[in-house]
């Protein structure tokens, strides 16, 4: 059994950072790549960044463009989400999800429930 709860996303406005976190519990995420993913209103669920579960390899969607840093402490069994220069079309529900495999977007077997990220002008 694995939980994956993420936390910290908010209203903000335009321009505005936030750390999302996301912490296992069940099963140490120490041999666990790690994905952020996000799904708009009316939209379907896109990819966002990952990390390899050794923290040696990041990768991040296009429409990131440089404003997000994703990061991991298996010590704390938490992979993290830093957001800066947040614009209104990033509002979603942002959720993270681990792979024992690969990095793909279908790769990923255990999924956390999202948290409210709302950007306004």
């Known amino acids: 059994q694995m939980r994956l709860a993420a936390s910290g996303g908010g209203l903000v406005q335009g321009g505005a950072s936030l750390r999302l976190s996301c912490t296992a519990s069940?099963?140490?995420?120490?041999?666990?790549?790690m994905g952020w993913f996000r799904q708009a209103p009316g939209k379907e669920r896109e990819f966002v960044a990952a990390?390899?579960?050794?923290?040696?390899?990041?990768y991040y969607a296009d429409f990131v463009n440089g404003r997000f840093t994703i990061s991991r402490d298996n010590a704390k069994n938490t992979v993290y989400l830093q957001m800066d220069s947040l614009k209104p079309w990033d509002t979603a529900v942002y959720s993270c999800?681990?792979?024992?495999?690969?990095?793909?977007?279908?790769?990923?077997?255990?999924w956390g429930q999202g948290t409210q990220v709302t950007v306004f002008p």
């Open positions: 999800a681990a792979s024992a495999g690969g990095l793909g977007y279908g790769e990923y077997d255990h």
């Open positions: 990390i390899s579960w050794t923290g040696g390899g990041r």
């Open positions: 069940g099963r140490s995420l120490s041999n666990y790549g």
